[in-house]
Structure formats: structure tokens, C-alpha cells
């Protein structure tokens, strides 16, 4: 039996963000995963993985960003920077210093790994806490993998601007996005550069991040992270334990996933949250083995 507990935690900027606790009622092996996701998008897109990891013993726990699920409402602007400099860092100063988690592993959805990775830039402390992480559709500057993608993130940037927010609502998604918060994500993929809003170079940074991580990524994402940039994202870290995995029909899956289906969908159920856990189980809580070897 599984049980849910919600926590509300503050933010440095005085913001509150959602943490939810998933954990099985009869079995526990002492070791944690952080989970979040991405825009546009709630703790759903988390919770099926999350129960699966349960299950089987971890306490998973997902942090919903401000403004999205459970997390109060604000009118305050924000982008993918706030939610790793203030939203992830209040989560990991809750879970590290107030109940003492020295162990984590990380699994992420699209905007969710960017955040993570911004945040362990900038506070390279935690980077000890964590054992693994596990992106799916995660990129940040390789959207535009040819000159149709290129015109068609201009357009859309354009389009957003001119009405003020993505109204992602109307076709299914949780959340809208303003344009506040996705021009960061629009201006790295076009300029090919991962900078924040003070022109703090992340990409230059990143090879800094030693931690093992396993890159998923969907031959049906075409638009916002297609393998090309899944890719050029997971060799910025420069770490040769990193893996990608790639997920279609002619690498053996059972469907050519899309953006949400690689980590939310029965198919995944089957055959690709099994790699994320033996990810996991592979780095243990010790840091940082030999490379894996592991379905490609």
C-alpha cells in the first residue's frame, strides 16, 4: 500500500512550492529519488514512475514548481532559473538539512532536468547528495536542429509574445506558460547558448557535474527535445558515465514515444522505467562506478 503526504515549502524569495512525499506503507530500502517536471505540466507527469520506485521500497518525492499543482498560485513572474535557484534548492535544503538525506538519486521531465542542472551550477555543494539522475526530454540549446525548426521557434517565440502566455490548457496540458518564462527556453535554442538572465554562462559550467546520468529521449519529440539535443545537452557534461538512450520502434521499443509518453504511458511502464531503476540500483548509494552498460 502506498501513501501521499504533502508538504508546503518556503522559498528564499518568499514563494511556497509543493513536495510530495510517495511512499510504501509496507516496504522501505532507505534510499530517496527527487522527481519534478517540466512547463506545462503537475506532479502527473511524475506520479506513475514515482509509484513504480515505491513500490519496490525508495520514498520518491516530487516537487511541483511554483504556480503549478498543489503549489500556491502567484502573480510573480518567473522563469526555468527561478525554479532551479529558489523552487529546487528549497526542496534540497528541506530533504538534506532538516531530515537529514545524504542520498538521492534524480529523475526529470524536459524544463525539470534544465532547472536541476542550473541549480547544481550554482550551489555545487549538493552535488555530493546525489548518486544519479535520469532525464527524459531533457534539452536546453538543440531545438533547432535544422533551418524549418530554427524559423519555426522564431515564429512561435513571436507568437507567444504577441498574446502573453502559451495557452497550453487548450490542448490538454495542465498549465499555460507566460511568455516570461518560456523566453529563456526560446532565446537558448535559438542562439544555440545556455546563459542566464545575468548572462551567467551555464553551458561553459556544466562539465562540472560528475554525477551519472542517464538521458532518455523519443524518436516522436521532434519539437522540443529531439535527439540531436538531448544529446548535445548530455556531452556538454563531458562525463564519460553518461548515457543516452534512445526510444523507438527500430532500437527495439514498442512505439517511437512522443514528449510525454516517454516517461507517462503503459508503454514506459513496461520497458523503460525498468532501465531507469537498474540506472539506479547500478550507483546505489556509493559514488561513481564503472560505466553501465545498459539497452541503447
Known amino acids: 500500500m502506498l501513501k501521499e503526504e504533502l508538504v508546503l515549502i518556503n522559498t528564499e524569495d518568499r514563494e511556497q512550492i509543493a513536495l510530495w512525499k510517495i511512499q510504501s506503507t509496507d516496504q522501505q530500502n532507505n534510499s530517496n529519488v527527487f522527481l519534478t517536471h517540466g512547463t506545462f505540466s503537475d506532479k502527473r507527469i511524475c506520479l506513475g514512475i514515482a509509484k513504480y520506485l515505491a513500490k519496490i521500497g525508495y520514498t520518491c518525492w516530487i516537487m511541483?514548481?511554483?504556480?503549478?499543482?498543489?503549489?500556491?498560485?502567484?502573480?510573480?513572474?518567473?522563469?526555468?532559473?527561478?525554479?532551479?535557484?529558489?523552487d529546487i534548492?528549497?526542496?534540497?535544503?528541506?530533504?538534506?538539512?532538516?531530515?537529514?538525506?545524504?542520498?538521492?538519486?534524480?529523475?526529470?521531465?524536459?524544463?525539470g532536468g534544465i532547472c536541476l542542472t542550473m541549480f547544481l551550477i550554482k550551489n555545487p555543494s549538493y552535488k555530493n547528495c546525489i548518486n544519479s539522475i535520469s532525464f527524459f526530454?531533457?534539452?536546453?540549446?538543440?531545438?533547432?536542429?535544422?533551418?524549418?525548426?530554427?524559423?519555426?521557434?522564431?515564429?512561435?517565440?513571436?507568437?507567444?509574445?504577441?498574446?502573453?502566455v502559451?495557452?497550453?490548457?487548450?490542448?490538454?496540458?495542465?498549465?499555460?506558460e507566460t511568455y516570461y518564462t518560456m523566453k529563456q527556453w526560446y532565446d537558448w535554442n535559438i542562439y544555440k547558448e545556455f546563459k542566464g538572465s545575468d548572462g551567467y554562462d551555464y553551458l561553459s559550467k556544466m562539465k562540472t557535474i560528475k554525477i551519472p546520468i542517464l538521458s532518455v529521449c523519443a524518436k516522436g519529440d521532434h519539437y522540443v527535445a529531439p535527439k540531436v539535443g538531448c544529446q548535445s545537452f548530455l556531452d556538454a557534461?563531458?562525463?564519460?558515465?553518461?548515457?543516452?538512450?534512445?526510444?523507438?520502434?527500430?532500437?527495439?521499443?514498442?512505439?517511437?514515444?512522443?514528449?510525454?509518453?516517454?516517461?507517462?504511458s503503459s508503454s514506459a511502464?513496461?520497458?523503460?522505467?525498468?532501465?531507469?531503476?537498474?540506472?539506479?540500483?547500478r550507483y546505489g548509494d556509493?559514488?561513481?562506478?564503472?560505466?553501465?552498460?545498459l539497452k541503447s
Open 137 to 164: 526530454g531533457c534539452q536546453a540549446f538543440g531545438a533547432a536542429k535544422s533551418s524549418i525548426s530554427y524559423i519555426s521557434l522564431i515564429v512561435s517565440k513571436s507568437i507567444i509574445k504577441l498574446f502573453g
Open 269 to 281: 511502464a513496461q520497458e523503460i522505467w525498468p532501465v531507469v531503476r537498474e540506472w539506479i540500483e
Open 166 to 176: 502559451f495557452p497550453a490548457s487548450k490542448n490538454g496540458r495542465p498549465h499555460d
Open 89 to 111: 534548492k528549497a526542496a534540497f535544503q528541506y530533504l538534506h538539512h532538516t531530515l537529514n538525506i545524504s542520498n538521492l538519486h534524480c529523475i526529470t521531465h524536459s524544463g
Open 64 to 86: 511541483e514548481w511554483r504556480n503549478h499543482g498543489t503549489s500556491p498560485s502567484t502573480t510573480n513572474k518567473f522563469n526555468f532559473e527561478t525554479i532551479g535557484l529558489f
Open 237 to 264: 557534461f563531458k562525463n564519460p558515465l553518461n548515457k543516452l538512450v534512445y526510444c523507438s520502434k527500430e532500437d527495439g521499443y514498442i512505439e517511437d514515444y512522443d514528449h510525454g509518453r516517454i516517461l507517462l
Open 286 to 293: 556509493s559514488q561513481w562506478p564503472a560505466s553501465p552498460n
